[in-house]
């Protein structure tokens, strides 16, 4: 092979390996219920009514835990292209849920499968207080059932969709304490309307940290190992 094209093939293989290298990842956390849900109890940090409504359910409130019964979900902040700004929000793990009987839950109640993204419309000019995504944008995810719970199967999937209507907020994830007893700053939590279901239904994200986190992102990012980390790409 000619120095040329061995130089080339060089070049061709670190491209290829830049592009398969893992994001840069601005914020970590793990996910808790917010206690201030207006259906609690049981606790929640997802409620998406009317999600069972074609599987046989009563289509009352929907909840699911992001901490209870085996449940563990974790938020993280993207950098996908390694310039030191946020284009992703991702949450993802595994919630116990079902339609809420006022107590527990009386249809469907088990583990599921939690995956959700905002790729589109990302912002951080909240700057160290946080990060939201536009209502303007169609974000996506979905709930997958891990077992067979009354009438709906294992591995049943429900799509989620972000909210986009004329009564649609932005998703937040902010460091403002919302709903949280105390000053406003006290407390990180994310919180954004989903779409779908009937006009009376609920749909939506409302959910805390479970490790308090400093008033700032930077501050996170400079030394809390367990829900910031700062990792550079590799070639």
Known sequence: MSRAALVSALAGLALASSALADPVVLFQSKLGDHPRGDVRPPTYGLRVDGLFVGEGGGGGPTTFSFQENGASVVLKILDLN???????????????????????????????????????????????????????????????????????????????????DSMAKDFAFLNDGHRLPGDPGSGWVGRGWLGGGGSTDTRDFLFITVVPLPGSAGLALAGLGLVAVRRRRSI
């Open 82 to 164: 390694d310039d030191g700004t946020a284009d992703q929000i991702k949450i993802s793990g595994t919630v116990y849920g079902g339609e809420d009987s006022g107590s527990g839950y009386d249809f469907a109640e088990g583990l599921y499968s939690l995956e959700f993204t905002f790729s589109v419309g990302v912002d951080g000019s909240e700057g160290e207080g946080g990060w939201t995504a536009g209502s303007d944008a169609t974000n996506s995810g979905f709930l997958k059932a891990m077992g067979t719970y009354d009438t709906v199967l294992q591995d049943t999937t429900f799509n989620l969709v972000q909210r986009t």
